[in-house]
């Protein structure tokens, strides 16, 4: 962590003198975000009396205030609660070309918890560890992020809550609070310095501001910001270069998984009367199931994916025949809309994510990252290699608030998927499924299967496992989700 | 309203014969409501036991799920509550294309207080208008409006809870609330009767169908559905041939404002010094009403129009600087995004409104629907002719929640638009502020003053007063818009 500040004090006029360029420094860089396709991100944390508040609103006299929002978090709102805990930081994130100022940030909801014992201790690590991945994640997906953490020494911390008390002007702001934290002074200090350890990685460090002579503070701010905003422009012209569209990413990176989907028999028997006898049993326990995990505010997220033609829409149609229509949503995924583009590529999904006991269907799903965007180089290398990972954390938020993720990949033969084809043009109701893209797709076979291989096995967890449905058959296929997902379900809520 | 049902019961096998027709019909609305430019909202509400939910989950299965979604109000969130009563509903409306089923609509909301004494009738009768206008407004922008109410007979209610309790599989779903209901027929049909005509308009009628055989009451409801869809489609593309791009409505409504307009001084003297010294005054006195305001949890919207380069920026920018960052937030409104343009006009500005204690402050507005939308036809007459009534009905909600809304006109000549163009185009860093649509519009300069005038004299309402402000002289007018916010904050707060 780098250290800024002067310990000599900075005179008004020197201040003063400084101000205008360090404005017109401000605004252009304004101007210079607003076209750019990154967002910026200001978290301006603190101990007690150091002025984050004052820095806040000096930030906002200096920038245009039509470029920026600025977010402090409090008592989380019950449509929070209901939710992931990172659900409430991925809804304020703001698109390229925009900047968010976060008074405290998600750290100030970690510090707020004091934790104390060894296992308080535990949480709060694990904490932290979350806001490190979701940083290092929305870094790595472009955007700016920039940590400042206004310190003050213990004595200069009573001299100023001493000074605050004595003007009647500013006296009201001092809490008992704010005395409780001067005595804990120590002990916190430990605390905050644990936080900014565990949260300072390249993409989003920590840069230590000494608060003492608030000009001086607020100057340093100010020069941080503009000194990262102008690497960060340069670091990506450089990048734009150097990047080319390279080699589509056609060998596997592990061929297990193209093997187990190579090896899956696809033709299954099952006649209708068998069929219908075994789904209304199973609709009926799913029914049970679900209404059970809703009763327990336990959501449901499942996910599509597969062949065109595989049937997912058939699939989904079954399962919603046993849910009641209020408690679930079914999100098809296409093109993402144009705020969805200006976000981070998680951002779509997460803002389906559904309060609690509620259901969310995501046909195609987050995985498109690792697919179609791998194949048709939408993604760079980088970015689909590093997105294994990401989904794969995702899905771990979603698991440990308590939400049962079911992950299923429907899959037919190339021939069976080009009957089914011929068919849909052959009836008229059916047409509109199919278009040019479906044939492009198809054409790339090959190197889907290696794509789909390589999503199975480095994305099938233990908290969120894919089902691998052979689909040639309709009746085996549908009759297969349902039981998967009742046993799954039946399995999270341990009944 | 019609009456639809058949006393006959169908049988199941009538039933059953007719499945397959209605089914592909439900299939091919769909598809063909994908490609459209319009939402269908479906309410289904009725008496207890008439099996709203049945119906709801019986659409489900005919219906592709994944070109729909389904809501049911319950108790408001604390993020709903916050805001006007409206906020919840508008927040759920589908976009273009897609449709909505509501379980109850918002009419349950109203149904659910049971009002009792005259007073509560009275409350009750101004939600209804309310509901009214809400729908009639969605309906003139285009939506298809369909609201069903299934009824039952008290007998026939009778009968259908006894039948319910005596078989254990559904004796469950009958609750003390449900007999309640029953000794109460006659006073709660009265009630919905009442609310049923009063949100009974030909752009949202309501269709009671009788329920007590169920087979019928399905059929019913798809068979409203079906041929409101038809008869919409067909009356649009009617509209669609029969619309010109007439007249761009360069006559003035109501010459009154435009008088106000033309007649304004706008050279005021103010020196720099005596700017200063009562800016900060009233600056001061500004924090401390917002803080007022927002200690009473009364939030602020603060609305921003006038001529390009009449300094709408500058002035916020000396609002903020008297509130606190993290309790603001700017919109400036440029060009919808493709989300917000596939849905009613109004929905990208609700969705900013504030939550309690709150300030929005819009850059330009809703008003861009009778300034821009009627000089360059992106509204057709009909639609900005009625968007001053939907303005100020709009802003009333905000107001009867009690939020303050603030409205600003800032005037400069032409002569003084010229000389802040030029000077834009002379300052490198003011350059990026002026472009050709800039110099486009001020060529139109003399329509956009009728429009101007037109909107002062019809949207000036004692609730939302429009302030005109003259702002070629920039201090003066920063000066008069803080000292005119003051002033009509603290009437508002009674102090």
Not at 362 to 372: A, N, P, Q
Not at 440 to 448: D, G, I, M, V
């Amino acid at each position: 962590m780098s250290k800024s500040g002067d310990d000599r004090r900075l005179s008004k006029k020197a201040y003063e003198a400084r101000l205008p360029d360090v404005r017109a420094a401000l605004v252009r860089m304004q101007v210079e975000l607003k076209s750019s396709k990154f967002p910026v991100i200001l978290v301006i944390g603190g101990v007690e009396a150091s002025g984050k508040g004052e820095v806040i609103n000096i930030l906002n006299g200096w920038l245009d205030p039509r470029g920026f929002e600025t977010f402090a978090f409090h008592e989380p709102t019950d449509e929070e609660r209901e939710r992931p805990a990172m659900w409430r930081y991925w809804r304020t994130l703001p698109p390229d070309g925009r900047m968010a100022i976060y008074a405290g940030g998600w750290h100030a909801d970690a510090l707020h918890e004091d934790p104390r014992s060894a296992r308080e201790l535990g949480q709060f690590d694990a904490m932290l560890r979350r806001f490190a991945w979701f940083e290092g994640q929305l870094a790595a997906g472009g955007a700016l992020i920039i940590k400042v953490w206004l310190n003050l020494s213990k004595s200069a911390q009573r001299g100023r809550l001493r000074e605050l008390e004595s003007d009647t002007r500013t006296a009201w702001r001092v809490t008992p609070d704010d005395w409780k934290s001067q005595r804990d002074y120590d002990r916190l200090a430990r605390l905050s310095e644990r936080m900014r350890s565990a949260t300072h990685q390249p993409g989003a460090p920590w840069y230590v501001v000494d608060s003492e002579d608030p000009r001086s503070r607020n100057l340093a701010v100010a020069d941080i910001l503009l000194s990262r905003f102008r690497i960060h422009m340069r670091a990506r012209s450089r990048l734009a270069s150097a990047r080319r569209r390279r080699g589509r990413g056609i060998v596997p990176l592990r061929p297990a998984g193209l093997r187990r989907l190579l090896s899956l028999p696809l033709d299954n028997k099952l006649s209708q009367a068998s069929y219908e006898k075994k789904r209304d049993k199973w609709l009926g326990r799913l029914n049970r199931v679900v209404r059970a995990a809703s009763q327990e505010r336990r959501s449901v997220v499942w996910v599509f994916e597969g062949w065109d033609a595989s049937g997912k829409g058939g699939a989904i149609r079954r399962l919603t025949d046993a849910i009641d229509a209020r408690d679930f949503r079914v999100i098809p995924v296409s093109k993402p809309t144009d705020e969805e583009k200006a976000h981070h590529y998680l951002w779509r999904f997460w803002r389906h994510v559904p309060r609690a006991g509620m259901v969310t269907i995501y046909d195609r799903s987050w995985y498109g990252r690792v697919l179609v965007e791998r194949l048709e180089g939408f993604a760079t290398e980088a970015e689909w290699r590093r997105a294994y990972r990401e989904l794969n954390e995702f899905e771990r938020e979603l698991v440990e608030h308590g939400v049962i993720v079911l992950k299923f990949w429907l899959h037919i033969g190339k021939d069976e998927q080009l009957r089914r084809f011929r068919d849909r043009e052959a009836t008229s109701y059916k047409r509109h499924k199919i278009d040019a893209e479906d044939w492009r797709n198809r054409r790339k076979w090959q190197s889907y299967e290696i794509a789909v291989g390589d999503m199975l096995s480095l994305t099938s967890s233990r908290h969120a496992p894919w089902h691998l449905v052979a689909a040639n058959n309709k009746r085996h296929a549908r009759l297969e989700i349902i039981k998967s997902s009742c046993r799954q379900i039946e399995a999270a809520l341990g009944v």
